[in-house]
């Protein structure tokens, strides 16, 4: 496995694949860009706030993405997925100090979220086989996490689970909503439609994919998009939670862009407000209803606790006629951080924003039936207690974050 020092990039969007543009890196480890002639032609520009739509050869002005631009970042995966490429690498004898962005985008190939797609000038990617045992795969999950497992059943996982993003192990699979048939093949299976499949860890509650599934149908209820999700049951009685992927459509793939790759936000480290969202948001839609879906999201956080909504857990989609539009919810689900506030602050205020911050974002931009919103809302995490015993969720928990929205619905 040899460094890569140049990539050619592609968007293969709806069944339409682009040449975008080419990545370079120099020997000083920076990465430079160049968008192809014949891409500013069609006027499809995948990163429209922070990466000139031109002709010229450009880099970053920041390194948070490890010298790329955020548009590129995003097909890199986070937490689980950085894990499994990273053992990958380590099992074919190459030195994590020497990987470049560019290495690690070489891997992703075809096969990252979204639809842009790497080719290095020499690569050659494997293919699946056909079959998924959830008890395997959670058990090997464990194993990588443990540094335990072997070259093969790396390189398995990592074609199963590399590409994906977030901190929690997961795989991409194929999954039949109707039948419960699971299989592994990436680009389709009949009747089965791409899917994320997701496994705790050992900080995790044990019953945290009810708890998750549950945040899903309160969510719904609230009035948030949400793609179709479902929880899922091992030979051996574990639960895991499953969901749809948003990036493909019928069609195809769909272009995906995290808020911290279109905005240059460092989400570890983040100075985002829900009011910066609100505002990319309407510049992609070009519609004052993008104002209304960010904040009913921001509501719903702030009185399920969910304080892990930084800025890679909101994303947007642009499609092949160049519309974008923001992505469904996802990881929404009770959390805290290390720090006790939310990663997104609500007008200024992240450690125990009210309803006051969620009106005052309102008057900022103009949404004039936020307190139908926020009725709304309530309505639907009032029902905690019966959505968290229909869906399996221990008594233990179910009663800490009820206790929790019940605090949080009188915060004024």
């Known amino acids: 496995m040899k460094p890569i020092s140049k990539i050619f990039v592609k968007l293969n969007l709806q069944g339409?694949?682009?040449?975008?543009?080419?990545?370079?890196?120099?020997?000083?480890?920076?990465?430079?860009?160049?968008?192809?002639?014949?891409?500013?032609?069609?006027?499809?520009?995948?990163?429209p706030i922070v990466l000139d739509y031109t002709g010229k050869i450009s880099k970053p002005n920041t390194h948070i993405?490890?010298?790329?631009?955020?548009?590129?970042?995003?097909?890199?995966?986070?937490?689980?997925?950085?894990l499994l490429m990273d053992r990958y690498f380590q099992s074919h004898q190459r030195q994590l100090s020497d990987i470049t962005s560019l290495d690690r985008l070489s891997l992703i190939?075809?096969?990252?979220?979204?639809?842009?797609?790497?080719?290095?000038?020499?690569?050659?990617?494997?293919?699946?086989?056909?079959?998924?045992?959830?008890?395997?795969?959670?058990?090997?999950?464990q194993s990588v996490l443990n540094d335990m497992s072997s070259e093969h059943r790396i390189d398995y996982l990592y074609q199963l689970g590399g590409s994906s993003a977030g901190a929690r192990p997961k795989v991409l699979i194929q999954y039949n909503f109707d039948s419960q048939i699971i299989t592994n093949g990436l680009e389709g299976n009949e009747g089965s439609v791409p899917c994320i499949l997701k496994f705790p860890t050992s900080n995790d509650l044990p019953d945290i994919a009810n708890m998750e599934y549950a945040y899903y149908l309160m969510a719904i209820e609230a009035g948030i998009e949400m793609s179709r999700s479902a929880l899922l049951s091992s030979d051996n009685g574990k639960q895991f939670f499953i969901t749809q992927r948003f990036d493909r459509s019928d069609s195809g793939k769909l272009h995906m862009h995290?808020?911290?790759?279109?905005?240059?936000?460092?989400?570890?480290?983040?100075?985002?407000d829900y009011g910066h969202l609100m505002d990319a948001a309407f510049r992609l839609e070009k519609s004052v209803i993008a104002y209304e879906k960010i904040l009913r999201m921001a509501y719903f956080n702030l009185v399920t606790n969910n304080r892990d909504d930084h800025?890679?857990?909101?994303?947007?989609?642009?499609?092949?006629?160049?519309?974008?539009?923001?992505?469904?919810?996802?990881?929404?689900?009770?959390?805290?951080?290390?720090?006790?506030y939310h990663s997104t602050s609500y007008a200024g205020e992240s450690k125990n924003p009210t309803v006051a911050q969620i009106k005052s974002l309102a008057q900022i931009f103009?949404?004039?039936?936020?307190?139908?919103?926020?009725?709304?809302?309530?309505?639907?995490v009032s029902k905690w207690s019966s959505i968290a015993k229909n869906t399996g969720v221990s008594g233990g928990t179910s009663e800490m974050i009820g206790k929790y929205i019940a605090i949080a619905m009188k915060r004024k």
């Open 311 to 340: 800025s890679k857990n909101f994303s947007f989609l642009m499609d092949s006629d160049g519309r974008w539009r923001l992505a469904p919810a996802y990881d929404l689900t009770y959390s805290t951080t290390s720090h006790g």
């Open 366 to 380: 103009k949404v004039e039936n936020v307190n139908n919103l926020i009725d709304q809302v309530n309505q639907s």
């Open 16 to 47: 339409q694949l682009h040449d975008v543009g080419i990545l370079v890196v120099d020997t000083a480890n920076m990465i430079y860009f160049k968008y192809a002639d014949s891409f500013l032609e069609k006027r499809l520009n995948i990163s």
């Open 65 to 82: 993405f490890e010298s790329l631009y955020g548009v590129f970042a995003d097909s890199l995966p986070d937490g689980w997925g950085r």
């Open 258 to 272: 995290s808020a911290a790759g279109l905005l240059h936000d460092n989400f570890r480290y983040s100075t985002m």
């Open 109 to 141: 190939g075809r096969y990252g979220m979204g639809a842009l797609e790497y080719f290095p000038e020499s690569f050659e990617q494997e293919e699946m086989s056909n079959n998924v045992d959830l008890d395997f795969l959670y058990a090997e999950t």
